[in-house]
């Protein structure tokens, strides 16, 4: 698809009237076409001085919005991509992308061809291994450039939208757990009241925002509106899509709304962004003119082209067209021929969300999730300088990530549409053992050795400029908002929270050395004069 902003509607103009039939030309009469008896040649009639509106019925400008849209999201995941990639899949990473390469390279037979491929399809395939770092990075910025030009412009064409999906799907494929949406709680009750679940969903989302505060503690009645609000616009408005016009302009408005609100009142990432672009094209060329001003050269050039139409001077068929029409329908059958094993998943007593039929990910299953836990649980890694950790005199310190709760004193953060992968699926290892998410003890590890690489992804180091600490730990609590008016949310506490107990108990670089071993992780080591 090409579609052009307002720094190339000459280029909107031009792919319209290409092909179309030559105007006849006309005999001089001395006056010039269209102009009134008794005007100064080249005075321009009253009327056509006025400001001229878009008609329905025409998307040129739609195309243009929607392209931005796209590569906004892709520019703030490409830019996630590179602030911590390095840290998680890194050569040094939690989870290093070399080593699921290699793991997938034995699966397939030991060499990289088109089954390694089409098991993982990433461009890393054909980099240099021994570079990894900089083969990331360098996704994430030619990704990051592709995606500002397009922001910026407006502009792009098939190559540069395939070229952003390649770089973006490469970072996916060897992304492993950071870029799966990961499983929902096990300790959720999806048969709860409706109306009970919705009234906590603000409080027990992975990662709240102050909205979110005020949300959770929203009247009876709201909670009840907005369960109702929610069956309505995501069961009943999107039919409103084949009503018609105006009707697809309601509900394209009402899901634009919908997912301002779940943005303000929650960290999500980019996911409701991304919910937000299907929605853009219900609006018309008439409907989004508001965005571009007069002086926009495109949308003069709409302006242009739906003059010509009018006059009835379109475009004749030409084989630019026709290869354009083969290519969208041939698209067209192709996802829906994807879209057969997706559609009998989602008539399935056993539904699965979150899931990925084919390895290029074109279709897919979605869901945000299956079942809303009522309580909220944290891990709170604590580290200490004491020799022994049963010691009663032992001083825990609490460090601190950069957007979960910990400190119940601590204001929740608004970070939408960015993302701090880290963060998000600490809100999944809460709800599960250690043994299910064995990444925290290599957290752990990396803590004990002030490893930079994964405190560049921490707010807080207690330990900071100072020694190492000797054993860290795993604290497991039940967190809750402060009530408002509460004497603890007069003392500026936004949680409440309660010890439930040791998540994993106290560990040293020392006792991790077996561990780390028998996982084929790097075993963290200590700076000179880390430790006295």
Request: hydrophobic letters at 40%; one cysteine or more.
């Amino acid at each position: 698809m090409a579609a052009t902003g307002d720094s190339s509607g000459s280029s909107v103009r031009k792919r319209h009237v290409e092909g179309r039939n030559p105007e006849p030309e006309r005999e001089d009469s001395g006056e010039k076409h269209g102009e009134e008896p008794g005007e100064e040649p080249g005075e321009e009639p009253e009327k056509d001085r006025r400001p001229q509106s878009l008609h329905p019925g025409t998307f040129w400008l739609t195309r243009v919005v929607l392209l931005r849209s796209v590569a906004f999201i892709y520019l703030v995941a490409f830019s996630v991509a590179f602030n911590q990639n390095k840290q998680l899949i890194g050569e040094r990473g939690l989870m290093p992308c070399r080593s699921y390469l290699s793991s997938v390279k034995r699966y397939v037979g030991g060499k990289i061809g088109m089954a390694a491929f089409a098991y993982t399809p990433s461009l890393l395939w054909l980099l240099d291994w021994s570079e990894m770092d900089a083969n990331l990075d360098a996704l994430a910025v030619a990704g990051m450039a592709l995606s500002a030009v397009v922001l910026v412009t407006g502009t792009a064409n098939m190559v540069i939208m395939a070229s952003l999906w390649v770089l973006y799907h490469s970072l996916v494929s060897v992304g492993q757990l950071w870029y799966s949406f990961a499983s929902g709680p096990s300790g959720g009750s999806s048969s709860a009241s409706c109306w009970e679940l919705v009234s906590l969903r603000s409080e027990t989302q992975p990662v709240p925002n102050p909205i979110s505060y005020y949300m959770h503690f929203s009247p009876w009645w709201f909670h009840r509106f907005e369960t109702i609000s929610n069956h309505l616009i995501e069961l009943v408005f999107p039919f409103f899509t084949f009503l018609g016009r105006r009707m697809c302009s309601v509900n394209g408005a009402v899901q634009v709304l919908f997912q301002a609100v779940l943005i303000t009142s929650g960290n999500l990432s980019f996911l409701n962004w991304v919910t937000i672009v299907p929605s853009l094209a219900c609006f018309d060329d008439a409907a989004l003119g508001f965005l571009f001003s007069s002086k926009s050269g495109a949308k003069k050039a709409v302006l242009e082209i739906q003059k010509e139409e009018a006059a009835g001077r379109t475009p004749k068929p030409s084989k630019g067209m026709f290869i354009r029409r083969v290519v969208n329908v041939s698209l067209a059958v192709l996802i829906g021929y994807l879209s057969v094993p997706v559609v009998m998943n989602l008539f399935s007593s056993k539904q699965v969300m979150n899931t990925s039929f084919d390895p290029l990910r074109i279709v897919n299953t979605y869901g945000a999730f299956g079942s809303i836990t009522k309580e909220r649980t944290e891990v709170i890694f604590q580290g200490t300088l004491s020799g022994d950790p049963k010691d009663p005199e032992a001083l825990w310190e609490e460090y601190q990530f950069l957007c979960k709760p910990g400190d119940v004193q601590r204001r929740p953060c608004f970070i939408s549409p960015y993302h701090y992968r880290l963060d998000w699926l600490m809100w999944f290892a809460a709800f599960q053992t250690y043994e299910q998410s064995e990444w925290v003890i290599h957290i752990a590890g990396r803590l004990l050795s002030n490893d930079s690489s994964v405190l560049s992804l921490i707010d807080y180091n207690p330990f900071q400029g100072r020694e190492t600490p000797r054993w860290v730990r795993g604290e497991h609590f039940r967190y809750r908002f402060t009530p408002p008016g509460s004497s603890s949310a007069a003392e500026g506490k936004w949680w409440l929270r309660k010890r439930i107990g040791a998540y994993f108990p106290a560990v040293d670089l020392e006792g991790l050395r077996g561990y780390f071993q028998s996982r084929s992780w790097p075993h963290p080591h200590l700076k000179p004069g880390s430790r006295t």
